[in-house]
């Protein structure tokens, strides 16, 4: 059962999301467990004709898609196959499904995958781009939103320090309790879209893979000035599903990595809740 008052991805991509439907059913049986076989599946899937559909849903999708010869839209599509095998997607309540489903899409819509190099402000600007797109597909922005969109969209994107390594740079903290009361400004507190937007920003700032770190983590202290009780059931089924996709067919890892994942999210619901 869905919730008629959100907007559901499903309606806006039915094939996108039978898709990922159908390979999560596959794997879950048993059906689908060679990494080429299943890359060669995300390949065919996407026709001249269902990449300009995503591009209306998500703008910014075929620029993404150009990096790295495709390997993001590769991971986004295996988070949306993780996400339907994920338990806590399964069991959550009919109005979170669809901002889960959302929330995975967008996620690294804005990431740049050049050089091999780590793009560590992608989680900003995928935030950006998602803020703006999602009135488009039917979520209610507020009265404010017009004049409000584009000097938050600077916000978000100028919100970045350099790295000491010099490898890039790094997305600065000092920002984001800014960024986040203007997210509830443009959607209102608590709303579908707020969420959505908070749980892309915030999808890189936890530490829930021990070997593989995010750059610019949330410190214990700076945890409840940005993560809130209404989003940690969005933001722990993204960080699950974005760890999941990595390990879609491993399933040895991906449970290590889920139980971690899961462990971190314990201690941020005692933060959160303190």
């Known amino acids: 059962m869905t919730d008629a008052s959100i907007p559901q991805l499903r309606e806006h991509l039915p094939d996108l999301f039978e898709f990922a439907r159908t390979l999560a059913a596959e794997i879950e049986a048993g059906k689908l467990q060679n990494s080429g076989a299943l890359a060669a599946r995300v390949l065919d899937f996407y026709t001249a004709d269902r990449m300009a559909a995503i591009e209306i849903a998500a703008p910014g999708w075929r620029e993404m898609a150009g990096y790295a010869e495709g390997a993001t839209r590769k991971h986004i599509t295996e988070a949306l196959i993780a996400l339907q095998l994920l338990p806590e997607y399964r069991g959550a309540p009919a109005h979170l499904q669809p901002l889960m489903e959302w929330s995975v899409l967008y996620h690294d819509l804005g990431k740049q995958v050049i050089g091999g190099q780590r793009d560590s402000m992608h989680a900003f600007r995928s935030a950006a781009m998602a803020a703006r797109t999602l009135p488009s597909v039917g ?79 949330l410190a214990e202290a700076e945890v409840p000035l940005c993560i809130r009780p209404t989003l940690l059931p969005l933001l722990e089924a993204m960080m699950l599903v974005d760890s999941d996709a990595w390990q879609l067919l491993d399933p040895a890892s991906k449970a290590k990595f889920r139980r971690s994942t899961l462990e971190v999210f314990a201690t941020v619901r005692a933060q959160v809740a303190a």
Not at 143 to 149: G, N, R, S
Not at 172 to 198: H, N, Y
């Open 139 to 217: 979520f209610v922005a507020s009265e404010a939103y017009p004049e409000l969109i584009d000097p938050w969209t600077r916000l978000v994107r100028g919100a970045s320090v350099a790295a000491a390594d010099g490898k890039g740079p790094l997305p600065d903290k000092r920002a984001l309790p800014e960024i986040l009361r203007g997210s509830e400004r443009l959607f209102g507190a608590g709303s579908g879209g707020a969420l959505i937007v908070q749980a892309v920003l915030l999808h890189q700032s936890l530490d829930v893979v021990p070997e593989w770190p995010n750059p610019g983590s």
